[in-house]
């Protein structure tokens, strides 16, 4: 816990460092606000306790305390401001870019559910607090200036408030620590709950048919996740309130106190007033801060989430650029691997699975298909074979090359791919990738006859680079899916399990007409499949099983094929 803390520490010093002239901006001018207003309340107290009133000097003196007071809050509330919407803005890049940059195992390791909440609510939660800063600075100020005021006007009397204080203090220490706990309880449901909305979106259909299920879900778990959530987060609150309250009662037995001191002992008019009319002004700024200390809490389970997200992915897959262009690594002739091996660690109470060792060659103009049955590695090769995956052990190359971990980027870019748990974006980067962009002018008319035969161009159109729409069938969504992969027209296309969600007609078109084509043009072809009506076609037939090739069968001839 205290490694996480101290590394909790220096990530928000790191992102806080940017914004140190702004943030001591605030505090100057926060402290100077809160300074002012303790003038005014001294200004006011000499007034009630001297004859002539408000007049002459002390007017002015007034007037001028007045105006420093609100210019100070209003420079320390835009400086918070500007520091918070940029603090959170930070945040959200550095978040992105560590996702961005991160190897595919450790995301893949990393389950969305857990992964949505810290990028959305954990964020939103430090931008809240970040805002709510300068008031309790300028409160803390005007608290620290309250105290030295009532001190120079009786150090006894200060005695006794000082006692009243901590008390105070250590009731509100011991519901923040109280508080925290609970604030961690409810944030780790959080996940669970984010869980089981994602199952109830993506198993609408299957929920719909099964009402014990649907029931199940509802009352089992939403509905158990969700109460346990109010009730924990409202007793943490609790805890909270219940403490501020107490510190209110204390502050009016104080005054009690010091009207009951005054009572019994000589005490100067000025002082008791003093005293009186500071301590009720004093209660404003110590309930805003103690308001303030739930969201401070829940802020820092935040921050504490995120840390624990950034240390997951603060080993960044070396060599990924996110800036620069490709290198323009050309394919000649052949892609493959030599003693490739990957091993994934064992789940609880199973065996782990490990692939390799693989040697493969796979050679421009080739239509290959892998085959086997699931969880025979048919995946987890091709990972490899994309350098989505670095080998631990042997090399993957190109042209007879070793693909290094400085290259590994550049050789991804030799790649089209369509997964079976693809996601389809709606803009088009292919025209980018041509010579001086020029590509993107062209893309409607390129992309037009590819909608045309694949069916789709009713329903689908293509404007300022971008699809008209998504939101279509499983299977037409891989034919727009396919569309990006004719349209960036890399050397290498792979498709894993394309004609799962096609009806009979598109899967034989699939097979034997649009892949040929792409073949005939050069393209190398590496297809998942278990159509075994098709293995034919393909020039090679790579089985997998348990994690090893097996069998790589290659044709003869694509004209005895054909015939």
Known sequence: MTTTTTGNGAEIGRLLKPFLPWISLSLVTG???GAATVALLGTINRVLNQPGGLAGGLLLTFVGLCGVALFGRMASDVSTNFVGQRLVAQVRKS???KILSAPIDALERYR???????????VDMISDVAFALSGTLIALAVALGCLSYLAFLSLPLFGLMLLALVIGISVQLMAQIRGEAGFWKAREQEDQLHKAYRAISEGAKELRMHRTRRTRMFAGQIERIVDTIRVVNGRAINTYVIATAFGSALFF????LILGWAAFRTTEPAVVSGFVLVLLFLKGPLDQIALTLPGVGRAKVAFQRIGDLSARFATPEPHLHLERASNGVILKNEIGMRGVRYAFDAPEGGEAFALGPIDLKLRRGEMVFVVGDNGSGKTTLIKLLLGLYAPQAGDVLIDGSVVKPEGRDDYRQLFTTVFSDFYLF???VAGEESEGGAGMEVLPETAL???ERLEIAHKVSLKNGA???TDLSTGQRKRLALVHAYLEGRPVLVFDEWAADQDPTFRHLFYTELLPELRAKGHLLVVISHDDRYFHLADRVITMQAGKIVEDNVRESRESLAA
């Open 31 to 33: 402290v100077g606000a």
């Open 95 to 97: 978040l992105a870019q």
């Open 112 to 122: 969305t559910h857990r992964l949505m909440p810290v990028l959305s609510q954990d």
């Open 253 to 256: 037995l104080l005054i009690a």
């Open 426 to 428: 709606e803009d088009l």
């Open 449 to 451: 006859p590819y909608l």
């Open 467 to 469: 699809f008209s729409t």
